[in-house]
């Protein structure tokens, strides 16, 4: 059987092991994962909804995210109609590549950056550009000038990942100034949360740039990936071309459910922020001590530009239980990334990375 | 901005209002819905499930389904490497489409059938081949004369919904065999446990036939249709191509848990199907009573031939607070669809449709 030409060139993802079986394959008693930047913190206010969901789980979820739409639209003051939700918000990306991408067809894409964009924009039989960054950051002014008029989509991950980079309210209102109108802008604000004070206001460039998707998830700040549930807002043309290509129970009841909740809790979030930012000072401390190199971040996570190849350290780590993420799949073999995790488990790895530093001193 | 061409044709599915809202609307403080094939029973058992998968809610589910991969390789004696899983069994049928058909290419449905087939291929961009059912049943011998060398995909809903007929494993054998190598056969098994003796044999079939897929669910007789999760087992070349498609994380983290949990239940399973049974026998003898002419179901509902317009029945039994499944989507406008139920939920319907009865017969 033949499958479709566009998919030769594509590999498989081969997915990690679970952090069970890693301890059992390292005789570990104790694991932290610093990889996937994910929230250290389970939202376990969400116990009553739990027993609420599980008496009514063999239902079918709300197609339309019925209430979850209305909390949402209320807090972004759009209409109902503007928001797409998606199984997480990498959904979203599959979901406006059916929509607007036919074979052949370009799409402008950052190097490197969220990796979903180009797998996924190659299954549709997209052709690729790909942008390099600038200094670890968006090259907004050389993706624009990429943009031509086959140009489809632009995706641009703000604030960035693996980088941590953001791109402020005016370089990137000024980027969408230069983008002809038929062209998508997917803006990704997964980290938004994360981001500083003079992060894009979305809600005024939505108003402006009809061309304009923008990303949030509830995997990050609000704890809830192990739920996948994401959405886009965006003008109502745009969301009427996507839900023609979504699956009517693509986000799932607990999901759901558990959002609405989320949305209502202030005080999560709050600790998640505080906690995020001071950690991450923390580690750029320690960092400045060991004489390690970092890009500062607008995210939960930090890259460290580590000068040499990561495989020695990456390793130490792991066997000392500390997971990382290397970038080899992003092309950068001299860098890994790491999650800000609980105080005692961002602690640990700054106490294993600076013996490392002494043990390779040593030699 | 244009969306793809292939796009212009579709409806925007508009999805229906939450049963509370319903309830608000028509002023019911009581409603049963028979409308979605939906398991009356929740998976109560799965408590603590749901409690220890809270204190983990905000870490990614596992990407390849570790564990739940390991239960059913072994329960069906297949390879892991055999299986693909999806957000409900309806992703693999998207993943299907979009690994093996490109734009042009044709693909092969029964007509009425699940919509979502049509759908999907359509938005893949696919020419689309529909073979009447034939007295309500696949007519798998006209499928596969219609399949020709451009035909990449025929895609099967065994047993089928809404008409809820089956074909046995000889049929299916035999249309198998008349298949050429190179179209895949896709078989939707999602009503596969509520299906009698001679339905097919599908491990045996995936032996003969490495062009053949065949998806499960545990949304119907597992009861698990709120957290979204079914899969696909198949040849590992095809598995191979469906994961190249696949967004890694696309089964969350409490439906990967709940399905290790559900399979292992086998009380639970044993009394859905029993009551199911003995459900769809009152619903039988009850309409053979009423003289409503019905057809005979291998799955959790019964199609009933009303041989008028159904919406006078309909808006009846809403205002009482049933909500059974009209069929204007599937072009069966005198036709309606009910599911098993509760027992008081499946009184309740039939003492309601024998009261319309008696008002219609006054008029």
Redesign the interface.
């Given at each position: 059987?033949?499958?479709?030409?566009?998919?030769q060139g594509?590999?498989?993802?081969s997915?990690?092991?679970?952090v069970e079986?890693v301890k059992r394959e390292l005789g570990l008693t104790q694991v932290y994962?610093l990889a996937?930047n994910?929230?250290?913190?389970?939202?376990?206010f969400?116990?009553p909804v739990?027993?609420r969901?599980?008496?009514?789980?063999?239902?079918?979820?709300?197609?339309?995210c019925?209430?979850l739409r209305r909390a949402l639209a209320k807090k972004h003051r759009i209409a109902q109609e503007q928001i797409v939700f998606g199984?997480?918000s990498?959904?979203l990306i599959?979901m406006a590549l059916?929509?607007?991408?036919?074979?052949g067809e370009e799409v402008v894409v950052a190097q490197p950056t969220f990796l979903?964009y180009e797998i996924?924009a190659a299954?549709q039989?997209a052709r690729i550009t790909r942008i390099p960054l600038s200094g670890f950051k968006y090259d907004l002014e050389a993706m624009s000038r990429a943009a031509g008029p086959r140009t489809k989509i632009i995706f641009v991950a703000n604030p960035d990942n693996p980088s941590g980079t953001y791109c402020t309210h005016r370089e990137v209102k000024k980027f969408l100034k230069m983008i002809p109108?038929?062209?998508?802008v997917f803006m990704d604000e997964a980290y938004f949360e994360f981001a500083p004070g003079d992060f894009p206001k979305t809600r005024e460039l939505l108003k402006e740039f009809p061309?304009l998707l923008c990303t949030r998830t509830f995997?990050k700040a609000y704890?809830?990936?192990?739920?996948?549930i994401g959405y886009g807002i965006m003008s109502s043309?745009?969301a009427?071309?996507l839900?023609?290509?979504?699956?009517?129970?693509?986000v799932?009841?607990?999901?759901q459910a558990?959002a609405v909740e989320a949305l209502k809790n202030k005080e999560y979030l709050k600790k998640v922020l505080t906690h995020t930012k001071k950690e991450k000072k923390y580690f750029y401390r320690q960092f400045e001590e060991l004489g390690v190199e970092f890009i500062e971040s607008a995210t939960n996570f930090v890259l460290v530009n580590w000068k040499r190849d990561t495989r020695k350290v990456y390793d130490f780590l792991l066997r000392r239980g500390i997971i990382v993420r290397q970038l080899q799949g992003w092309g950068w073999n001299n860098f890994f990334r790491v999650t800000v995790g609980l105080h005692k488990e961002n602690e640990k790895f700054i106490r294993e990375l600076r013996r490392f530093l002494q043990e390779e001193r040593k030699k």
């Open positions: 059987m033949q499958t479709r030409k566009q998919l594509i590999k498989v993802y997915p990690g092991k679970p079986e994962k996937s994910e929230n250290p913190f389970p939202p376990l969400l116990g739990f027993r969901e599980l008496k009514r789980v063999q239902q079918y979820p709300e197609a339309g019925f209430y199984n997480g990498d959904e599959v059916r929509a607007f991408v036919s074979s979903v996924q299954v039989g109108k038929n062209t998508l061309n995997s704890g809830l990936a192990g739920l996948r043309r745009i009427a071309a839900q023609k290509v979504r699956e009517p129970f693509n799932n009841r607990l999901a558990a």
